[in-house]
Each structure stands twice: as C-alpha cells, then as structure tokens.
C-alpha cells in the first residue's frame, strides 16, 4: 500500500472519532479552534511528501518551535547551553515551577516552558527582539523552502496578556541570575516564537533537516542532529514523554496548539495537527495518528 | 578498523584514566571491589562477538536484571503491567520515595527501585521465590546460550542486610495495596535478582534478544522489543537518563555493580564493567567507553 | 454559670450534631468504634475534675501517647534528643515520608509518625519494649492517678499487621541512621504506645503535669513543661496546628482515636473524645467542643 | 531587678557576641547596614517603656509589616481573607514558590511572602496604592502613638528593582486567579510597606494593640488579637516559627531587617533590632535577646 493510501485510511479512521481532547483554553486566541481539524503530512529526505485532511492549514506551533530555537541556540553558544539548562526529562508538567526551585534555578531540559524561556533569552544575545525572530522565520522558512510562514500577532499578544504563569518562571530564572534580559522582552520574544504558524505540509517539510539523511537540508551538523533527537525522545511530550517512546517509537515535539513534528531518523518528517489535547497537553488523535502510522510503515528507532 | 581494534583502542584509553568514580559502599560486598576492573564485549545479531579487557569476570548486574524481569512480566500480563506501575522517566533519584507518596503508590516507571520491586511482586504471582528465581535464570541463561550463570548469595544477603530503603519502599507500595506479597518475600526475590553474576562477554550475548535482527535469539515479540528499549532510553539510567541519550544515542540500563547492557537495534548488544559510579549511580567509565564505542561505529538510534 | 454547666450546654449542642466526620478505618480494630461516642473532662489544676457524656469509657488514645513519650525521652537524654528530630511544624501530612527524604532522615518534629518514632526508639535505649512500655504506663497511671490503664494488644496487633505505612517511615529512618533499633522492635513499642486507653477523665487528670501551677503532680521541670505545650501548639494537630492555634487558643495533642488533650497553661488540662475525624486526622466535634469551651471559659493563651 | 536593669544586662552580655549573623544582601540597600547595631524596646500594657541601645534608630521593618496589613485586612474583609490564605506553617522558606504549586495558589498563611501578598492585594482593594499605604502608615502611627514613622522610598525603589522572587511569586499568584490587581500595583504597595521605618522604641509601643490587655490602643477586637497572636506563634518566624515559640514561648514576627515585634500577651509588647540573620532570615542576636528577657522576666504564654 501506498503511503498516500495509508494516511488516507487514518485519515478515515480519525475522523470518524467522537473524542477528541481538550483544546486549550489558557490562551484565548487558542480556544476557539474548531477541535474538528485534522491534518497530516508526511515528507521524505528527498522533499516528496503526502498530506491529507487540514494539511494546508496553518496552525499555531507553539512549543514546537522549541525544536528550532534550540538548534539556533546551540549553532550559536554550543555546548556552553548546557551550563544554564539541564537535559534531564522533568517529571513535572511543562510549567511547572516547583522543580526549578528545587534545582536552583537550572530548567531540566530546553523543551518544558523554563527551559525553553532560557534558550529564547540565550539566541536573544545582543540582537533585538524583532532580529532574533526575523532570524528564527527565515530559519523555518529555509528549512521549509517555503517563504509564506508568519508570527501571528494576535496569538502573541493573547499570550501576553495572560501568561502569568510564564512570568513568574520568567522572573523566578531572574532570580537565579539565569535570564540575562528583562522578563518582558525574552518572554516579549518568546510568544511572538510559540506564535508562528505552520501548515502540517510546511511543518513537515521543515521538519526534514533534522532526518540526518542525504538530500535534506543541511543546517546544522549530523552529530547535532542526532542529539537533538535524543532530547526530543527524552523530553518532547512533557509529563508523557516516555509513554510517546513506548507507543509511537520516535523521537517527538508537541506543541498546545494540537501539532506535533515526529522524525524518523534517516527516513521522514511527519506533522500532525488535531486541536484537542490530553490532561498532559499533547494533541489526542495526533499522537494516535502517528502511532498508527509509525506502524504501518514500520518505523521505529528501536529496529 | 576492525571491531576489535576499536575495542583495544578503548581499552587502552579508559585503562590510562585516573578518575574512575566511586564504587557504591551501600551494599557491603559490593563496596569491596577493585574500581580497576574494565571490561567490554560486543554482540552482534548472528552472536559473533568480540571481548576486551576484564570481559570474563562475573560482577554483579544488579539493576540490569530489571530489563530481564520486566520481559518476562510482560509476557506473564502483558499491557496489565502498567496498571501498577508508569512509564515516564521519574526526574528524581533511583531510590526516591517522595514521588511515590505524590503519585500513591504508582511508580513511575520499571527501572527506578520501587518500579522494580513491583515487576518482581508480578513475576512471583503464585510461585515460590525459589521458582521465580529458577525461571529468571534459566531465561537469561538461554537468551545468553550460557548455563554458567549463578546467583551470588553473599551479595543477595548483604543487601537483604542493609536496605532499609528498599525495605521503606515496599512497604509503603503495600501501603498502597500496590504489592500483593508480604515485603519480605517480594524483596527476598528482588535482592536475589539484583545479585545474578554475569561477565560482559554472557551479557552481551544475552541482550542479544533485545536488538530485533534476523538471527537473534527469539524470546519476546518485536513489539515489545521495541517497546522495552523505548523504556531503556528514557528511564534506563536513573535521572541521568537523558543525558545517556543524548551523549550515546542508544538504549541502555545500568547496575550500581558498575555494569550497563546497550542496545544497537537491528545490529548489536554491548556490554560494559567499571565499578567506579557517578553521583546518578551510574558507571562513569563504562558510559564514556559506551559513548566511544557508538562513535567509533556510527551507531545511533537517531540517523 | 458553673463549669459543670457550661460542659452540660456543650454536650446537648454536639449530641445534636449529624455531621461528625468520618472514624479513622486503616486501623481495622478501631474502624468499629461507635461514631456516636462524644466525652469531655476538665481537670483544675488542683484536681478538681467535671465530665460530661461518655467521659468514663476508656478509648484509644493513639499519638496522644506521644506527648508522654516526649516528655520521657527528654527526661532521658533532654536536648540531645533535637539532635535526631525537628521542632518545626511540618506543612504536611502525618505520615508523609516525602519530607523526610528531602531532610535526610530528620524528621520535622516529635508529633508527626517518623518523629514520634525516633522518640520511641530513644526511649527504648537498653530497655525492652516491655519494660519501656511498662514505664511509660506507670508514668501516665502516676499522672493520672489512677491505676486502672492498660494497653489494649487486640488494637496494637490490628495496628502491626495494616501500619506498613509506618514500617516505611522505620526503614527509611534506619536507611539514615536515625533508627538504632531493628524497625520490628521501635514499631512494636509504637504500636503499644498508641493502644493505650484511657478516658476523658483520667485523660484530663493525666494532662495536669502539663499546666505548670502549684498543685499539679510535678514530674518534670516547669521549663519543660513550657517548651512541651510550646511543640503542642505549633505541631500537636499534624497540618491543622495552626488552625487550631487560630480556632481554639490553645496548646492540644490529638489522636486519630478521636481524642484530644488540651491545655489551659496555669489552669487547666481538658480531655475530649468524639470518634469522628476531619480530613487532617483530627476529631471533628471534639476541635469544635474544646473550641466553645475555650470561648465560655475565656481560655487563650494570647491574653 | 528592675526592667532597665534587665535590659541593660543583656546589652552588655549582647554586645560582646563576635557572632551575629549575616546582614540580608538580598535587597542592596539594606546590605549597607552596619551589623553592630543593637536595640531593644519594651512596652508595657499602660503605655510605660524602657530601652537600652540602639532603640531610637530607624529601621526597615520588612516583614513585620505583615502584623499590620493582616490587621486591616481583617478589618476589611473579616473571615472571608481565609478563603484566599490559609493559616498553617509553611514547612518551607518564606519565599518558596514550590507549595503555592501544590497547593493551586492558595499561599499556606499570611507571613510568607506569598500569603502577605495576598494581604496586601486585599488592602487595596478599590484604593489607590498611595492611600492604601497612607491608610497604613496612618494605622501605625497610630498605635505607636507617634507621627514620626515613614516609609522609606530608596529601601522600596531598592527592593522593585531587585524583587524578582516577589514578582515570580505575583504573577504565579496572578495565574491562579489569586491576585485581583495587577503584580506590578499590589507588589509596588508590598514593597513600600516593607520599607517603612521604625525604631525599636516605635514598634514596641505600636506594637501594644495585640497585648489585649486595659489601657492599650484598642485598634481591633480582642477576640482578632488572639487570633494575629496565634498566627504570629505558628508562623510569625518562617521556618523557624516552631523553634522560636519553643525557645521564646511568646508570638513574635520577624523580618529581614533585623527587627522582631513580640508580645507578652496581657502585659507587654518587646521591640528587637539585630541585623545580622540566621539562615532561615531571623534575627540572630534579637532572638537571643527576646530569649534573655523572656526568662528574665519570666514571660511565656505557656504558664
């Protein structure tokens, strides 16, 4: 069977799925998603690819775009990331603060919302906010070989406006003298990155140069691949990143506006969107239409 | 260059290394042994192997033997496992109890102490220790091809002796109605298992059954190979577990003996000895040599 | 009004009281007591003593017993005693292990289980259980003047079979070596000290070495007696002692039998007993009748 | 003895002591505050007083301000301020944000920085931050008697600019709907109350309206007295509260400048000023003095 036909099939499969999850509600702009959409995309090291469903609506990425902002922060500082943020998964939820406290200050790993807050003041450097995300855009566009990807400003400021949570991880880093800008403007920054919007097709596409493969594109080193993988194994899904390994057996980032971009190393990109979220904040028919796929097509890291 | 030129390189290189850890004290007989040890093995899928260095002399697996309990409890009540016990790496120390008062009683995954302690209250379902014990050995034995294998009772004793914490942690599972043995015989079976003797050369090939390859022994399903080595990557190393995949990139579960099983999927099972621990309670050499190794052969998981 | 009147008006109120929480079950002997029960006792500094209600039926005083125990350890070893335990409340529940793990092994204070058991373990020193625990008996018969006290073995063996929970606290202790007796041998004398049984009456007459006032049955120092009722007030009533504090105004040590002993420093000792128990382990309508008597009486301690 | 006699004993026994604690660096203007400085104040219920030291020197009350905004909070809005604070010890630091985690935004009790936040939000109320604060002021003037009290606007400025802790802890507050104006307002007021200035002499007959006592400034119900006394005993001293009720035996509050405010209930109120501090933030040589003179004069609230 074909690859189309098989992401037709869980396409069929999903839709006809009563529940669906929770969408989001903390940010405004998020909540009033139709939780009916489904996309799906799947793109191979030689840039073909197969969508179906809503793969050609963008939607907001979110968390996702940790994945990109840690491969800027590691292109820029390098190894010297690991003295201010921890590679351990969290045994929390993903903003959680308690464990920052208990730590010292030090986020677990760049993936959860602190440790993430410290990468964006880390690729903030001296530039200004406005250049580090024109940086970041043309970072995904590049990736994505597709010019027509954008910040949406109203999902930024919906964020803003009721981030406290992010805040007080924000100033509780301060604290700790582990943010070296003000809270406004690394988490001014932040937003405006958890706010850019992608199709799952451009997702996916964008998602390619992490595949470690010939004929994908080449923006960081294959060693730096590889271990942004094993983060994304270890500690894309939050709270369910193990249970993400044993189901789906590849490594994952889920973002709360219902994406996720999975990479099957050597092979594929996959994105998947689905609004509604389960208690941990991780897409419910999106993990379950990957999962279905990685099996249909037998893709697994582990053999 | 050949796989056992690879393997000398790294013997000569680790045998020249000064800072070797510490071994663990709490367990008295284990507190004895010489840090000088080293040794390293390799496995391939068709068993050929290759050895260096101390890969001869039994040490004591300790924890490794939880991937070997853990097989068998999925075959003895398959996805019911994980009604009692998680699957998300903890984000606390190996022997933590707080988590399990926070979580009642469910632990967070089968490699951490009291995950364990309930995967060997599964197996023992209505067999003696004795029998449960007989069982375990015979299954390492053939997946190893190896009957040499034994149980040290010293060690089992001595543990016995002195773990409070283990002690602690069983009884605050039954607490929980989360043990359905007495403490005493569920931990009786459990220090027993962690006292099994294996040298890297019978561990290697006994971990052979986790690569997923034509040719190795077949003692549980793809699946669930598949599925263990997800749990190895992201819970096989304590809280240390996401550094271990994103230093070595592969599968891998650790003893305080000093000893770690590493998995290649679809290629090869390494095993490693070095007594001397880092604070995680992992072997400090063994995971530099793991991580050489891996280098050396471009083997990843991740591409 | 007289006091005997005001007992009177109080025990008409509660009798009429459906809500009574719900009696203590992990203690299966104690899962029986008859809900209904509700006794109050007053004893004046000079012996003079009122009751009212079910005031001369003996019931389990459980960790009431542990103010005698701490009176007894610091008459044994005085202030080294704080060299193995904590006198701070404890912002957790009272059996929790969790904080105890993040203080290496020091409990928070003598009230709550792991600290009350380090008493117990003091006060065993070189003694036997049965010796200790016939001293401890003869204490409280001196205090009370009166004879007729025992333990009740039926409801300590209910307590040794279910208490793993404080089997846990016991190994965890001794895996810090805050335990210098085996586990079995500490607990044992716990779980005998908790079954002791008294009655309001011989309760209040017991409580009086606590009052510090010419006339009360001197058995230790007055400076002593202070800092006991001082433990009293910030840690006597698990994680309601500061509610406690608030509502009554007074020093009191509870028990999940249901009672409570209260003191009214320079005037008064009060004994109360109603089965029923709030979430946090202390008697719901014994709280709310020593709490109308303080009022009538115009007892506080804060003028 | 007479009083000043006694006061004058344990300046000079004070005065000798090498040892005195760290001055708080937290907040830079009060880091340059000479350690040497001693003073001590006592009040008695009929408005007489006695000093010794460094009495009539102002100093930065921090979080003795607490008394007072719990005080008109009360006045405000009663018993329904404990549905968004509670009254327990915290167990933890006065700054932790871990339990507010735990506990959904609800902060243990008024006196660690969270619950006074809380305090201080409800004072504002539909008041602006300049009458909120003049309101206060206003108050304790009042009970001091005495016009020449001020807030001190470089100690406020000193702590906005540094305060990221506090504003973590605001916007956490903030995002459990636990804070009702916005972190920048009420923290702008929190920091000024902690800037006001006293002298020992001040705060010590300020201090007289929780004495409950005739011929004290009746400011509140006695009934609320016993209550702030309550609270001030279980968690007047952060964690250390149960240490200082067992040491002291009387209520007290202390705060970062080196002040504490303690009361002798029915008879006195004792001002201290010491600014070095103990590891958990209290004075050192100012618990030590409230000691000396609490069994000198043989003061306790436990008889």
């Given at each position: 069977?074909?690859?189309?036909?098989?992401?037709?099939q869980?396409?069929?499969?999903?839709?006809?799925?009563?529940?669906?999850?929770?969408?989001?509600t903390?940010?405004?702009?998020?909540?009033s998603?139709?939780?009916?959409?489904?996309?799906?995309?799947?793109?191979?090291?030689?840039?073909?690819?197969?969508?179906?469903?809503d793969?050609e609506?963008?939607f907001?990425?979110?968390?996702?775009?940790?994945v990109?902002?840690?491969?800027?922060?590691?292109?820029?500082?390098?190894?010297?990331?690991?003295?201010?943020?921890?590679?351990?998964?969290?045994?929390?939820?993903?903003?959680?603060?308690?464990?920052?406290?208990?730590?010292?200050?030090?986020?677990?790993?760049?993936?959860?919302?602190?440790?993430?807050?410290?990468?964006?003041?880390?690729?903030?450097?001296?530039?200004?906010?406005a250049?580090?995300?024109?940086?970041?855009?043309?970072?995904?566009?590049?990736?994505?070989?597709?010019?027509?990807?954008?910040?949406?400003?109203?999902?930024?400021?919906?964020?803003?406006?009721?981030?406290?949570?992010?805040?007080?991880?924000?100033h509780?880093?301060?604290?700790?003298?582990?943010?070296?800008?003000?809270?406004e403007?690394?988490?001014?920054?932040?937003?405006?990155?958890c706010a850019?919007?992608?199709s799952?097709?451009?997702?996916?596409?964008?998602?390619?140069?992490?595949?470690?493969?010939?004929?994908?594109?080449?923006?960081?080193?294959?060693?730096?691949?590889?271990?942004i993988?094993a983060?994304?194994?270890?500690?894309?899904?939050?709270?369910?990143?193990?249970?993400?390994?044993?189901?789906v057996?590849?490594?994952?980032?889920?973002?709360?506006?219902?994406?996720?971009?999975?990479?099957?190393?050597?092979?594929a990109?996959?994105?998947?969107w689905?609004?509604?979220?389960?208690a941990?904040?991780?897409?419910?028919?999106?993990?379950?239409?990957v999962?279905?796929?990685?099996?249909r097509?037998?893709?697994?890291?582990?053999?």
């Amino acid at each position: 069977m074909s690859v189309q036909e098989i992401l037709n099939q869980i396409h069929t499969s999903i839709s006809a799925r009563s529940d669906r999850g929770e969408v989001a509600t903390y940010i405004p702009e998020l909540a009033s998603v139709d939780p009916g959409h489904f996309g799906l995309a799947v793109a191979l090291a030689d840039g073909k690819h197969y969508t179906v469903g809503d793969a050609e609506i963008p939607f907001s990425i979110q968390s996702i775009s940790k994945v990109f902002t840690l491969a800027l922060a590691l292109g820029m500082v390098g190894d010297k990331l690991w003295e201010r943020v921890g590679r351990e998964p969290s045994g929390n939820a993903f903003n959680s603060i308690l464990q920052l406290e208990r730590e010292q200050g030090i986020p677990r790993n760049p993936f959860i919302n602190p440790g993430a807050i410290v990468v964006t003041d880390v690729i903030l450097a001296s530039s200004s906010p406005a250049e580090t995300l024109a940086e970041l855009v043309n970072f995904i566009r590049y990736a994505a070989d597709d010019g027509n990807i954008y910040i949406n400003e109203a999902v930024a400021l919906s964020e803003k406006t009721t981030g406290h949570r992010n805040f007080a991880l924000a100033h509780f880093l301060r604290s700790f003298n582990n943010l070296t800008h003000e809270p406004e403007l690394t988490l001014g920054t932040y937003f405006h990155q958890c706010a850019i919007e992608m199709s799952c097709r451009q997702l996916a596409l964008a998602g390619r140069f992490l595949i470690n493969a010939p004929g994908v594109p080449q923006l960081i080193s294959p060693d730096r691949v590889r271990r942004i993988n094993a983060l994304m194994i270890t500690c894309g899904h939050y709270d369910a990143s193990g249970d993400f390994a044993y189901k789906v057996g590849l490594p994952g980032k889920s973002g709360v506006g219902g994406g996720i971009l999975v990479i099957v190393p050597g092979k594929a990109a996959i994105a998947v969107w689905s609004p509604g979220l389960t208690a941990q904040g991780n897409s419910l028919l999106g993990t379950e239409a990957v999962q279905a796929l990685a099996q249909r097509m037998d893709w697994s890291v582990f053999g």
